[in-house]
């Protein structure tokens, strides 16, 4: 961990940070201004070390998992993958079904891979273990009270 001053003396600390930035240190650096208290010094540093540990775990499981993506060759599915993008491009909803098996799940995470939310998470739902009356709930949200056990207003996010 790397523990500076925002004032250097002949630089400034946030010159010095941004120096580490572009030469890829990825040492956590924690800038103080002015004098600090030991426990909030200490609060800060563990903080920090948390965080870059958190990373470090994102990172490390990111790589396990690896990719899910669609193995594919055949006309067929060149037809498939090229509707794929150009859905992908739109900001239209879709809606995918069928039987159990053919990578309906691979083609919703194609989708989304391709799509400007690429950067944002990546939700499933398995419908068929939800009660049909509650679907609409699960996937629109609701208001509270508009059905038997809606004590509160359920916004879903998209």
């Not at 941004?18 to 924690?30: F, H, I, M, Y």
């Not at 799940?105 to 398995?126: C, D, I, M, W």
Request: proline residues 5%; contains cysteine.
């Amino acid at each position: 961990m790397i523990l500076s001053d925002v004032v250097i003396p002949g630089r400034d600390g946030l010159a010095r940070l941004e120096d580490l930035r572009s030469s890829n240190v990825t040492t956590p650096v924690v800038m103080m201004s002015g004098p600090i208290s030991s426990d909030k010094l200490l609060l800060t540093v563990e903080n920090a070390l948390k965080l870059k540990c958190l990373e470090n775990e994102n990172r490390e499981l990111r790589r396990r998992i690896g990719k899910h993506q669609i193995v594919w060759s055949g006309d067929v599915m060149r037809r498939v993958m090229a509707q794929l993008e150009r859905v992908a491009a739109s900001e239209t909803r879709i809606c995918i079904y069928g039987a159990t098996g053919p990578g309906k799940e691979l083609a919703a995470r194609t989708l989304h891979e391709k799509s400007p939310r690429a950067q944002g998470p990546f939700v499933t739902l398995n419908c068929a273990a939800v009660p049909p009356e509650l679907i609409e709930s699960e996937l629109f949200g609701h208001e509270k009270g508009a059905f038997t056990g809606a004590v509160q207003r359920h916004i879903r996010q998209v």
